[in-house]
C-alpha cells in the first residue's frame, strides 16, 4: 500500500488522509530534528556528519508518526510530542548503525544508502550510534513533563525500552539464535523485545504527552504491542519477497544468514494471516478512542500493507 491513500471513511467519520499526514509529519520531525542535533561544523566534525548522515538518510519515520498520532488521539499538541518523537528516531536510527556493523548483520546498504560504517568506518559507526544513542535521553529531557508523567517517568520508558531487557534482549536472542532451530515461541520473544519494544514505546510517550489516562495509556500498550509484533512479521515478509532496491537494504540476509523468521518456520500465507490477526487486535484497542485514534488507525492499515 502506498501512503498515497486516503483511506474511506466509517459512517459518520471524515475521510483520512494518510499520505498528508505523513508528509507533514515527517517534514515537522526532519526540521526539529535538524534543530536538536549539534551542526555538522561542530567540532568533531565527523561525528556530527556521521550522525546526520544516517539519521537523515530517508527513513519511513514510523515510529515518530505513531509518537504524534498517539498524542493526538488523546487530545494532545504536535510541539508537546515532537521532542519525544525526535528521541525514539534517535534511539531506532542507532540501533540500525550498530545493526550494520561487520560485528552484528555486516550490511553494505541502509536506508538505500552506504552504510553508516561504510562511509565512515567502524570506529566512527560506533560513536555515531553511542552518540545518537545519548542525544535521544538530551533531547527527551527538553519534553516539558506532565501532571500525570514526570520527566522521571519519561526517561525510565525510553531507557526500558531500548535497554538490555527489551530492545538490546532481543538483539542479543536474534544474534544467538543463527544457525540454530527456534521455536514460535522464541521468535515471538525476540520481535516482542527487538521490534515492538520501540514501536510501543512510541505511541505510550505520545499519550503521556498529551497527559493520558490511565485506561488510554493502557489502550495504546495493547495497541503498540500488537502493531509492533504485525510491524517485525511484515518486515520478515518483506525481506523474502521484495528486492533490495525496494528495500533501501539488502533483501534475503534472514535466510543467508538462517534466521529464524515468520515465513521460514509456518510459511508465508500463514505468516500474512498472522500479521492480519495481530493488527485486528490492535484495532481493537483503539475503542476506548471513540474514533479519535483515526491517524493510529489509518497507521496500523498502513503498516500491514506497506512493501518497503
Ligand atoms: C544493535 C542494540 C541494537 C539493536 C538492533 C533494530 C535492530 C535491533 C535491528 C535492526 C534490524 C531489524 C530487523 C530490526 C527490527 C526492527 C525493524 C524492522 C527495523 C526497521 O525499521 P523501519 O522499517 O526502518 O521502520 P526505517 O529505515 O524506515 O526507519
Known amino acids: ?3 498515497n491513500a486516503t483511506l474511506p471513511a466509517k459512517p459518520g467519520q471524515k475521510p483520512f488522509n494518510l499520505s498528508q499526514f505523513l508528509e507533514t509529519r515527517t517534514q515537522a520531525v526532519n526540521t526539529a530534528l535538524d534543530r536538536f542535533l549539534p551542526a555538522e561544523k561542530n567540532k568533531p566534525a565527523t561525528i556530527h556528519k556521521a550522525m546526520r548522515y544516517s539519521l537523515f538518510a530517508g527513513g519511513k519515520r514510523m515510529r515518530p508518526a505513531l509518537v504524534l498520532a498517539a498524542a493526538q488521539a488523546c487530545g494532545g499538541s504536535e510541539a508537546d510530542a515532537m521532542p519525544l518523537a525526535c528521541a525514539v528516531e534517535c534511539i531506532h536510527t542507532y540501533s540500525l548503525v550498530h545493526d550494520d556493523l561487520p560485528a552484528m548483520d555486516n550490511d553494505d546498504y541502509r536506508r538505500g544508502k552506504l552504510t ?5 568506518g567502524e570506529g566512527i559507526a560506533v560513536l555515531a550510534g553511542d552518540a545518537l544513542l545519548t542525544q535521544a535521553f538530551e533531547i527527551a529531557a527538553q519534553a516539558k513533563g506532565w501532571s500525570r508523567y514526570s520527566h ?4 525510565l520508558e525510553i531507557a526500558k525500552a531500548s535497554g538490555s531487557l527489551q530492545l538490546i534482549a532481543g538483539q542479543v536472542a536474534d ?6 532451530k527456534t521455536s514460535t515461541a522464541q521468535l515471538k520473544y525476540i520481535h516482542e523485545r527487538k521490534t515492538s519494544a520501540l514501536l510501543c514505546c512510541s505511541v505510550r510517550l505520545g499519550g503521556m504527552s498529551a497527559n493520558c489516562s490511565s485506561a488510554q495509556l493502557k489502550a495504546l500498550t495493547d495497541f503498540g504491542y500488537h502493531v509492533g509484533l504485525a510491524f517485525q512479521v511484515i518486515d520478515d515478509i518483506l525481506d523474502v519477497t521484495q528486492t ?3 528495500l533501501g537494504k539488502t533483501a534475503g540476509k534472514d535466510t543467508k544468514a538462517q534466521k529464524a523468521t515468520y515465513p521460514s518456520i509456518v ?3 500463514k505468516s500474512r494471516k498472522i500479521a492480519t490477526e495481530l493488527t485486528n487486535k490492535a484495532f481493537a484497542a483503539l475503542k476506548v478512542f ?3 485514534a483515526v491517524a493510529l488507525e489509518a497507521l496500523a492499515e498502513f503498516l500491514l500493507k506497506r512493501d518497503r
Do not use: C, Q, T
Open 1 to 3: 500500500m502506498s501512503a
Open 116 to 120: 553508516n560504517h561504510k562511509v565512515f
Open 152 to 155: 522521571r517517568d519519561l526517561i
Open 175 to 180: 544474534l544467538e539464535g543463527e544457525g540454530k
Open 244 to 246: 533490495s532496491e525496494k
Open 267 to 269: 510459511g508465508l500465507e
Open 290 to 292: 471513540k474514533g479519535k
